[in-house]
């Protein structure tokens, strides 16, 4: 799938030096601090922003130029005062405007800017902030979030706040003193004394998300005492890739994700395809999924499409251009394409230029997503107490009513219920936590909405909420705290030939939970991916064992799929399924 993703990786190494820098050492800002973890609650929106300092040789482009000139007299090739490693991609996420939640505002909207257009969207956050309190480390997220706020605001209306103490690595204080004096930044260090914190000292897997909440409490207090309004925090994923691959070792590591994330065109939305895609258009994205396709692979490769599909039409523009009819038919058997709506004129273009092209056009059914969980739901399962990426989910986005606003993710929940067991990807026909489709012209092999339209991701909203609640608890929570999905497994083959007449018997015997919680069966007809279209009466249907007669009027060759499907007792619910096809003789 393509996905536009910034990260960034902290890779410190400065020299020991003592600068003259104005020092305040604070204490007890814990006990005099008015706000307390889960009451007033602030408010804390997403914003991305770059900071890039790859090597001369990794320029690919001018807006990247421009960020790197601005980052220069901190990041110098060859100089131990910093080390940035293996960086082409960089960005920032900002925490801001710490404010007791509401919903009066939206988030902006990253998917079609450019890092120039990032930069310049954080300068504008800031600007509009007009003081704050930048939680620094001397890292680089830390580092270039203060020196945006310093050139935005003026060093008088931003203070930063590093903690001491015998938890903080050795040195780390005076290289960030150095840093900080460079940029012209007023410090001020704060003994944050997170040994006082039994949370912390607990040292189990969630001792970072309670350390920074420690330290968000005292900075609040300071923020208060010292007249700003709003405090700020530079966060990656780097911060929390660790504790989740304590629940599933297959979470991918921050530099597993860049090296599967490409640049793509900006600026396309709503633009016919004539005017971006052809000769000299290009993008690094586009180039990459050619080398994608070109791979001695036969697999099929699912593109989700929800920000434009330009790049993903270039590609395809230039192996038509480029190669032999036989080539362009054998990389496009390939090719599987989910598109949330049409937001460039490259989709229409796919449409109509490829009718063997297997394209789900998703117009009207994404919209099952939204709102499928309300804001109290999203403030006490994602945004309070869920770390950072938790901390910055919207409240609301693009019109929608407050509450769960992902009408993109069913590109990707597509192939989440299928790995779940649920549904096959080949067949958009059968229902999916990303919607149901119906093919109208035989002749293409192109899906659009089921008459149900949203329903058809709606009637899921209860099983992938339940997931998204229990993969934000594993950013924060120990293995033994958090629940994990049952494993469900079939007592017999999946596939099964019976004649007409038959009792089927069902088994679900091996299927277990990993926390050792009790379990719920429900075996069902799955009538809509079966060919038989009369209805099947399963007996014991809510027991691990169940049976039922294949009815006389079900003719040879006649298929019956029955979904067994798992939920665990734990805390948020989990779902798992297996699915049961029976063929008539």
């Given at each position: 799938?393509?996905?536009?993703?910034?990260?960034?990786?902290?890779?410190?190494?400065?020299?020991?030096?003592?600068?003259?820098?104005?020092?305040?050492?604070?204490?007890?800002?814990?006990?005099?601090?008015?706000?307390?973890?889960?009451?007033?609650?602030?408010?804390?929106?997403?914003?991305?922003?770059?900071?890039?300092?790859?090597?001369?040789?990794?320029?690919?482009?001018?807006?990247?130029?421009?960020?790197?000139?601005?980052?220069?007299?901190?990041?110098?090739?060859?100089?131990?005062?910093?080390?940035?490693?293996?960086?082409?991609?960089?960005?920032?996420?900002?925490?801001?405007?710490?404010?007791?939640?509401?919903?009066?505002?939206?988030?902006?909207?990253?998917?079609?800017?450019?890092?120039?257009?990032?930069?310049?969207?954080?300068?504008?956050?800031?600007?509009?902030?007009?003081?704050?309190?930048?939680?620094?480390?001397?890292?680089?997220?830390?580092?270039?979030l203060l020196k945006a706020a310093v050139d935005t605001l003026g060093a008088e209306n931003v203070l930063a706040c590093i903690s001491v103490g015998p938890?903080?690595?050795?040195?780390?204080?005076?290289?960030?003193?150095?840093?900080?004096?460079?940029?012209?930044?007023?410090?001020?260090?704060?003994?944050?004394?997170?040994?006082?914190?039994?949370?912390?000292?607990?040292?189990?897997?969630?001792?970072?998300?309670?350390?920074?909440?420690?330290?968000?409490?005292?900075?609040?207090?300071?923020?208060?005492?010292?007249?700003?309004?709003?405090?700020?925090?530079?966060?990656?994923?780097?911060?929390?890739?660790?504790?989740?691959?304590?629940?599933?070792?297959?979470?991918?590591?921050?530099?597993?994700?860049?090296?599967?994330?490409?640049?793509?065109?900006?600026?396309?939305?709503?633009?016919?395809?004539?005017?971006?895609?052809?000769?000299?258009?290009?993008?690094?994205?586009?180039?990459?999924?050619?080398?994608?396709?070109?791979?001695?692979?036969?697999?099929?490769?699912?593109?989700?499409?929800?920000?434009?599909?330009?790049?993903?039409?270039?590609?395809?523009?230039?192996?038509?251009?480029?190669?032999?009819?036989?080539?362009?038919?054998?990389?496009?058997?390939?090719?599987?394409?989910?598109?949330?709506?049409?937001?460039?004129?490259?989709?229409?273009?796919?449409?109509?230029?490829?009718?063997?092209?297997?394209?789900?056009?998703?117009?009207?059914?994404?919209?099952?997503?939204?709102?499928?969980?309300?804001?109290?739901?999203?403030?006490?399962?994602?945004?309070?107490?869920?770390?950072?990426?938790?901390?910055?989910?919207?409240?609301?986005?693009?019109?929608?009513?407050?509450?769960?606003?992902?009408?993109?993710?069913?590109?990707?929940?597509?192939?989440?219920?299928?790995?779940?067991?649920?549904?096959?990807?080949?067949?958009?026909?059968?229902?999916?936590?990303?919607?149901?489709?119906?093919?109208?012209?035989?002749?293409?092999?192109?899906?659009?909405?089921?008459?149900?339209?949203?329903?058809?991701?709606?009637?899921?909203?209860?099983?992938?909420?339940?997931?998204?609640?229990?993969?934000?608890?594993?950013?924060?929570?120990?293995?033994?705290?958090?629940?994990?999905?049952?494993?469900?497994?079939?007592?017999?083959?999946?596939?099964?030939?019976?004649?007409?007449?038959?009792?089927?018997?069902?088994?679900?015997?091996?299927?277990?939970?990993?926390?050792?919680?009790?379990?719920?069966?429900?075996?069902?007809?799955?009538?809509?991916?079966?060919?038989?279209?009369?209805?099947?009466?399963?007996?014991?249907?809510?027991?691990?064992?169940?049976?039922?007669?294949?009815?006389?009027?079900?003719?040879?060759?006649?298929?019956?799929?029955?979904?067994?499907?798992?939920?665990?007792?734990?805390?948020?619910?989990?779902?798992?399924?297996q699915r049961v096809v029976v063929e008539i003789e």
């Amino acid at each position: 799938m393509i996905f536009l993703t910034i990260i960034l990786q902290n890779k410190a190494n400065f020299r020991k030096s003592q600068m003259d820098v104005k020092l305040n050492i604070s204490r007890d800002y814990e006990k005099k601090s008015k706000w307390t973890l889960g009451e007033n609650k602030p408010n804390q929106t997403q914003f991305q922003s770059p900071a890039n300092a790859p090597k001369q040789q990794e320029e690919k482009n001018r807006s990247r130029r421009l960020l790197i000139d601005r980052m220069k007299s901190l990041y110098k090739r060859g100089d131990d005062q910093y080390h940035i490693q293996h960086i082409s991609r960089c960005s920032s996420t900002v925490e801001h405007s710490f404010r007791k939640a509401g919903v009066e505002g939206s988030n902006p909207s990253i998917g079609f800017m450019n890092l120039q257009d990032k930069y310049n969207s954080l300068l504008q956050i800031l600007k509009e902030l007009g003081g704050v309190v930048v939680a620094y480390s001397g890292g680089v997220d830390s580092t270039f979030l203060l020196k945006a706020a310093v050139d935005t605001l003026g060093a008088e209306n931003v203070l930063a706040c590093i903690s001491v103490g015998p938890v903080e690595p050795e040195g780390q204080f005076e290289r960030a003193l150095k840093v900080a004096k460079s940029i012209g930044a007023n410090l001020k260090a704060i003994e944050a004394d997170e040994l006082s914190d039994p949370n912390f000292t607990a040292n189990k897997a969630d001792r970072c998300f309670h350390c920074k909440s420690h330290l968000c409490r005292i900075l609040l207090h300071i923020a208060e005492e010292q007249g700003f309004k709003h405090v700020v925090f530079g966060t990656n994923y780097d911060d929390l890739d660790e504790n989740l691959r304590r629940h599933d070792a297959r979470y991918p590591t921050a530099d597993q994700l860049r090296s599967v994330t490409w640049q793509g065109r900006s600026g396309t939305w709503g633009k016919p395809a004539n005017s971006i895609i052809g000769v000299g258009k290009d993008s690094e994205a586009s180039e990459s999924i050619i080398a994608l396709l070109d791979e001695p692979d036969s697999r099929p490769i699912y593109f989700g499409v929800w920000g434009g599909s330009c790049d993903l039409a270039q590609a395809l523009w230039k192996i038509k251009e480029t190669r032999s009819v036989s080539e362009v038919e054998q990389l496009l058997a390939k090719v599987r394409v989910y598109l949330i709506t049409l937001q460039d004129g490259t989709g229409q273009w796919l449409l109509d230029t490829f009718p063997k092209l297997f394209v789900i056009s998703s117009r009207n059914t994404y919209k099952g997503m939204f709102g499928s969980a309300d804001l109290t739901w999203v403030n006490t399962n994602i945004r309070n107490d869920h770390g950072i990426l938790g901390a910055v989910y919207p409240t609301i986005a693009m019109g929608t009513k407050p509450g769960v606003k992902e009408g993109d993710s069913p590109s990707f929940l597509y192939l989440v219920s299928a790995v779940r067991g649920l549904n096959d990807p080949e067949q958009p026909n059968q229902p999916s936590w990303g919607g149901q489709f119906v093919r109208v012209d035989p002749a293409r092999n192109h899906w659009t909405d089921h008459p149900s339209g949203g329903k058809t991701v709606r009637r899921w909203s209860e099983y992938f909420d339940n997931d998204f609640a229990a993969r934000m608890d594993w950013c924060v929570k120990s293995y033994e705290e958090a629940n994990h999905p049952p494993v469900v497994v079939l007592g017999h083959e999946a596939d099964l030939k019976v004649r007409s007449g038959a009792m089927v018997k069902l088994s679900a015997q091996g299927t277990s939970d990993p926390d050792g919680d009790e379990l719920e069966y429900r075996w069902w007809q799955y009538r809509e991916a079966g060919s038989y279209d009369g209805t099947i009466e399963i007996r014991d249907a809510g027991k691990q064992d169940a049976s039922f007669t294949v009815p006389g009027d079900a003719g040879k060759g006649k298929t019956v799929h029955i979904i067994c499907e798992v939920t665990d007792t734990g805390t948020p619910q989990l779902t798992r399924y297996q699915r049961v096809v029976v063929e008539i003789e």
